[in-house]
């Protein structure tokens, strides 16, 4: 009942920046809490940032100061600026969104198709 669909993926050389984008829609009555998660080949799918619906942050250590996660509450829409990219950034990004959907009591995840990015000169 809820879509996910996410965009901006590309490649980008070393130190270039990304803006990914992700927009939810369907039977959504309001978004709760909104995350980006990366797997890089060979590796276990780790938390890159999340934000909640009081605009209060989370970061991983190796991304802090590097990306910005953001929202638009009106479009149901989160963002990842990327700046100062560099090749261990390579991974499939996905969004994350907890909704609830129909009911208010019904609080719910829902997963992004994943979008590539892959940073190399």
């Known amino acids: 009942q809820v879509q996910v669909v996410e965009s901006g993926g590309g490649l980008v050389q070393p130190g270039g920046s990304l803006r990914l984008s992700c927009a939810a829609s369907?039977?959504?009555?309001?978004?709760?809490?909104m995350g980006w998660y990366r797997q890089a080949p060979g590796k276990e799918r780790e938390l890159v940032a999340a934000?909640?619906?009081?605009?209060?942050?989370d970061y991983a250590d190796s991304v802090k100061g590097r990306f910005a996660i953001s929202r638009d509450n009106a479009k149901n829409t989160v963002y990842l600026q990327m700046n100062s990219l560099n090749p261990e950034d390579t991974a499939v990004y996905y969004c994350?969104?907890?909704?609830?959907?129909?009911?208010?009591?019904?609080?719910?995840?829902?997963w992004g198709q994943g979008t590539q990015v892959t940073v190399s000169s």
């Open positions: 994350k969104i907890k909704a609830y959907s129909d009911s208010y009591t019904l609080l719910r995840s829902y």
């Open positions: 369907g039977r959504i009555i309001s978004i709760n809490t």
């Open positions: 934000i909640t619906s009081g605009d209060n942050t």
